[in-house]
């Protein structure tokens, strides 16, 4: 990690555009200790044979047939920034395209070192990722499967629990959100539709509150399907490891507590909660397979009030 050269690499932007893409992904990898990569033979096995077997688990539990993406990836820290560098430049390319700073250089500057700040804060705290590439140039490519290994490592040693059994933990819990976009072909246009209105609303100056919402809540669905599948498919006791990553998702320090508010974390941590609890009353009170249907169609996902009211989502839709 050096401080230093990550400062230079934001100083040296350039270009026309907002941000500096090129010096973004090299200030963050500078400011970002990497972390080793030294997998030994067991690891490597470990990893296969996590997602391997949560992909087992969750066909059994749900009864949803899906496969896990062919790019599965244990990475560093560096590979994670390198991974999702094209996302981000995905995303904000339309608002890039109609932004006119007074003063551009500056501007560059600052939006390219907030963005090398948020690589790398993520870089150093994501575990594992789904990547259903979202807005990719390639609608034919494979979604993608990553693993970070460093941090891994790190977050089990902080929680005191043995590293195998949190690998798996994570493993089973990102191939759940695999599960779910292999259940709904439809997952990922809709999002894309919704985020591509609200960038689109953006970069004419307005807010489409609805498209925002409409995302927001299918992510919520998203992330709360999965803490319920995961609990259900995952095949050893997880109390612990539960309510320590619920305490990791709101603790830290200052600073991080402050980066996570300024990156909307504190919104996801919300999504888990509030998707949780309802995908685990509607499975209380029809079943598994009740929730699941939830990714039959759009018109099947839980509105904002249903969210907060399972039973008029158990009435609307009669699973």
Do not use: C
Not at 35 to 55: K, M, Q
Not at 89 to 110: F, K, Q, Y
Not at 276 to 292: N, W
């Amino acid at each position: 990690m050096d401080i230093l050269r990550s400062l230079r690499a934001v100083s040296e932007a350039s270009g026309t555009g907002v941000i500096d893409w090129s010096k973004a992904g090299e200030a963050a990898k500078a400011g970002t200790d990497p972390g080793t990569l030294d997998l030994t033979p067991a690891d490597r096995r470990g990893y296969a044979a996590d997602v391997r077997d949560a992909r087992t688990r969750l066909r059994e539990v749900a009864g949803v047939d899906f496969d896990v993406p062919d790019a599965i990836e244990v990475q560093n820290r560096h590979h994670w920034i390198d991974a999702n560098l094209a996302t981000f430049r995905s995303v904000m390319g339309p608002i890039e395209a109609t932004t006119n700073a007074r003063m551009p250089d500056l501007s560059r500057i600052a939006n390219t070192g907030s963005m090398a700040f948020t690589l790398g804060f993520l870089a150093r705290n994501v575990l594992g990722q789904y990547d259903p590439l979202l807005l990719a140039d390639d609608p034919n490519a494979d979604h993608g499967l990553y693993f970070v290994h460093p941090n891994v490592v790190g977050v089990a040693a902080d929680l005191d629990v043995a590293y195998p059994r949190f690998r798996r933990w994570i493993a089973f819990h990102e191939v759940t959100h695999a599960a779910e976009f292999g259940a709904a072909p439809w997952l990922s246009g809709y999002l894309e539709s919704r985020v591509e209105r609200g960038v689109d609303e953006l970069t004419a100056g307005g807010l489409d509150r609805a498209a925002f919402g409409e995302l927001q809540t299918a992510m919520t669905a998203v992330e709360g399907y999965a803490e319920l599948l995961m609990d259900r498919a995952f095949d050893d006791e997880y109390a612990d490891l539960r309510r320590k990553l619920d305490d990791r998702r709101g603790g830290g320090g200052p600073v991080q507590r402050i980066a996570r508010r300024l990156l909307g974390l504190g919104l996801k941590r919300q999504q888990y909660e509030r998707g949780a609890a309802f995908f685990e009353r509607v499975a209380d009170e029809r079943g598994l397979e009740a929730a699941s249907a939830v990714w039959d169609r759009p018109e099947n996902l839980p509105t904002s009030r249903e969210i907060a009211d399972p039973a008029a989502w158990i009435v609307r839709v009669d699973p």
